[in-house]
Each structure stands twice: as structure tokens, then as C-alpha cells.
């Protein structure tokens, strides 16, 4: 059975910092790219960030550059979401998931989700 479990979120004021986690089980998470997407209240899911099978290769929405992170640990099936300088515009449900190619996270599409943390950012 495949699972996406995400872990980390919560409420920060503004210019705080908060860091995500996904844990895989399930399939061979090596052989996955991974990424983050996020839902705010009566808006579309927005690709956030992913990261490929190797970790040599990441990309992220231009609203994030610079503020946020992704990484992983192939060792712990866990891919990580670190996000500094946080804004109240980044308050969302943030979902975890994985895809066999990069290009299908970045084209807002993936194989598998996960169900998702709430993350609040408060001015």
C-alpha cells in the first residue's frame, strides 16, 4: 500500500521558518521524483517544489526561489520541504507526492498523494 504521510506544519508569524516532511512506504521511493504542491482556501493546487530520483535536479515556483528548500534522504524514504521567510500569502495545505519523472510534478500532475498538512502563516 502506497503512503504519503506529511508532517511539520503549523502556525508562524511572519519571517518564521517551518519545515515539512513526507514519508514514503510502499514503492521503491529511490527510484521517484519527488515534490510539494499547495492548496490555499478558493485557489487551484500551485506546484511548489520537486526534487529528482537523485537528488541533482530541483525546481521551484518562482514565488519561492531563494525562501524555500527541497531535499531528501533515499536512506529514510523521506523528502523534506525547508521554508524560511515565510509570508502570509504562503498559507496553504501543503501536499506531498511522488511521480516517476520530474517533468509530470512540474506539469501538475503525479502518481501518488499524500494527504496533506496545513501550514499558516500569520502577519
Known amino acids: 500500500q502506497v503512503q504519503l504521510v506529511e508532517s511539520g506544519g503549523g502556525l508562524v508569524q511572519a519571517g518564521g521558518s517551518l519545515r515539512l516532511s513526507c514519508a514514503a512506504s510502499?514503492?521503491?521511493?529511490?527510484?521517484?521524483?519527488v515534490g510539494w504542491f499547495r492548496q490555499a482556501p478558493g485557489k487551484e493546487r500551485e506546484f511548489v517544489a520537486a526534487i529528482s530520483w537523485d537528488g541533482a535536479t530541483t525546481a521551484y515556483v518562482d514565488s519561492v526561489k531563494g525562501r524555500f528548500t527541497i531535499s531528501r534522504d533515499n536512506a529514510k524514504n523521506t523528502v523534506y520541504l525547508q521554508m524560511n521567510s515565510l509570508k502570509p500569502e504562503d498559507t496553504a495545505v501543503y501536499y506531498c507526492a511522488a511521480a516517476r519523472l520530474l517533468h509530470k510534478l512540474t506539469s501538475l500532475s503525479s502518481d501518488y498523494w499524500g494527504q496533506g498538512t496545513q501550514v499558516t502563516v500569520s502577519s
Open positions: 510502499g514503492f521503491t521511493f529511490s527510484a521517484y521524483a
